[in-house]
């Protein structure tokens, strides 16, 4: 409510608004986190929404991301999330600093995950993980649409996280690009029409390892700005207005890559 006072201009309200979310944040954490940042559902959604929905602390935010993060390597990388949590599970993941395993996530092939259904040949999502079995039966159980985009909502993620296509400004008025290149991902490209023309942002990577170059393109519609973010040794920002503009630097990847999974861990 306070982000949506800010953008009408109703900066009172917006106040207000921010100083009960405040009030909240702080009594949510008293009534439900732990002294060492444990929720009481030790769940990948509860964390998730805990997370992105900016209920902790600062000091609580690293522990809880931590503890995610250890829960999804615990799954092996699966989904545990429904529709509340799947929106959020990634964002969560890299907003604490481990979009790595989010990038493992998104890529994991066995069942429940994103990828599974197109390793079943399907087009569409589903309304449940195993709306198919592994064995390709269809699920005997209620639920079982295989055109059902709940679980499609991880593409939010791809695009501001992947892609690095983010709206700065109400309307897209000014936008942003901050790609995290991570995983195996080579490349990745998002764009989307905006009120003033197509918007675009896309980036590759070039070379062998430890020679590779970082190539970010953008396409800026006429009247807009865009922060365009580039990575590297010496990150640095340019701004730049409408049209189309190229930006290449030397890359190396500092991650961890493949993310491996925690067969036996502690609870």
Same mark, same amino acid.
């Given at each position: 409510?306070?982000?949506?006072?800010?953008l009408?201009?109703?900066? $009172?309200?917006? =106040?207000?608004y921010?100083?009960? %979310?405040? *009030?909240?944040?702080? @009594?949510? #954490?008293?009534?439900?986190?732990?002294?060492?940042?444990?929720?009481?559902?030790?769940?990948?959604?509860?964390?998730?929404?805990?997370?992105?929905?900016?209920?902790?602390?600062?000091?609580?935010?690293?522990?809880?991301?931590?503890?995610?993060?250890?829960?999804?390597?615990?799954?092996?990388?699966?989904?545990?999330?429904?529709?509340?949590?799947?929106?959020?599970?990634?964002?969560? $993941?890299?907003? =604490?600093?481990?979009?790595?395993? %989010?990038? *493992?996530?998104?890529? @994991?092939? #066995?069942?429940?995950?994103?990828?599974?259904p197109v390793?079943?040949?399907?087009?569409?999502?589903?309304?449940?993980?195993?709306?198919?079995?592994?064995?390709?039966?269809?699920?005997?159980?209620?639920?079982?649409?295989?055109?059902?985009?709940?679980?499609?909502?991880?593409?939010?993620?791809?695009?501001?996280?992947?892609?690095?296509?983010?709206?700065?400004?109400?309307?897209?008025?000014?936008?942003? =690009?901050?790609?995290?290149?991570?995983?195996?991902?080579?490349?990745?490209?998002?764009?989307?029409?905006?009120?003033?023309?197509?918007?675009?942002?896309?980036?590759?990577?070039?070379?062998?390892?430890?020679n590779?170059?970082?190539?970010?393109d953008?396409?800026?519609?006429?009247?807009?700005?865009?922060?365009?973010?580039?990575?590297?040794?010496?990150?640095?920002?340019?701004?730049?207005?409408?049209?189309?503009?190229?930006?290449?630097?030397?890359?190396?990847?500092?991650?961890?890559?493949?993310?491996?999974?925690?067969?036996?861990?502690?609870?």
């Amino acid at each position: 409510m306070s982000q949506i006072a800010g953008l009408l201009g109703k900066e $009172l309200d917006a =106040t207000r608004y921010r100083q009960e %979310a405040a *009030a909240c944040r702080l @009594e949510f #954490a008293a009534e439900y986190v732990s002294p060492n940042s444990r929720l009481p559902s030790d769940t990948q959604t509860v964390y998730a929404l805990a997370i992105t929905f900016n209920l902790l602390t600062p000091a609580q935010l690293g522990r809880a991301g931590d503890r995610l993060a250890e829960i999804v390597r615990r799954n092996t990388f699966r989904v545990g999330t429904g529709f509340a949590g799947t929106p959020y599970i990634c964002e969560a $993941l890299a907003q =604490t600093g481990h979009s790595d395993v %989010a990038y *493992a996530m998104l890529t @994991e092939r #066995a069942c429940p995950s994103w990828l599974f259904p197109v390793t079943m040949g399907a087009t569409t999502m589903w309304e449940r993980w195993d709306s198919m079995r592994p064995d390709g039966s269809v699920n005997p159980g209620d639920m079982t649409s295989f055109n059902h985009y709940a679980y499609g909502a991880v593409a939010k993620f791809m695009v501001e996280r992947l892609a690095g296509l983010k709206r700065a400004e109400a309307g897209w008025k000014r936008a942003r =690009t901050e790609p995290e290149v991570g995983g195996d991902f080579t490349w990745a490209r998002a764009e989307h029409l905006t009120p003033y023309g197509r918007i675009a942002s896309s980036w590759r990577l070039e070379g062998n390892e430890g020679n590779l170059t970082l190539t970010i393109d953008v396409v800026v519609p006429p009247t807009t700005e865009m922060e365009v973010v580039i990575p590297g040794d010496e990150p640095r920002t340019e701004i730049v207005g409408s049209g189309e503009w190229s930006f290449s630097v030397p890359f190396t990847r500092r991650y961890e890559w493949p993310v491996k999974p925690i067969s036996a861990m502690p609870v």
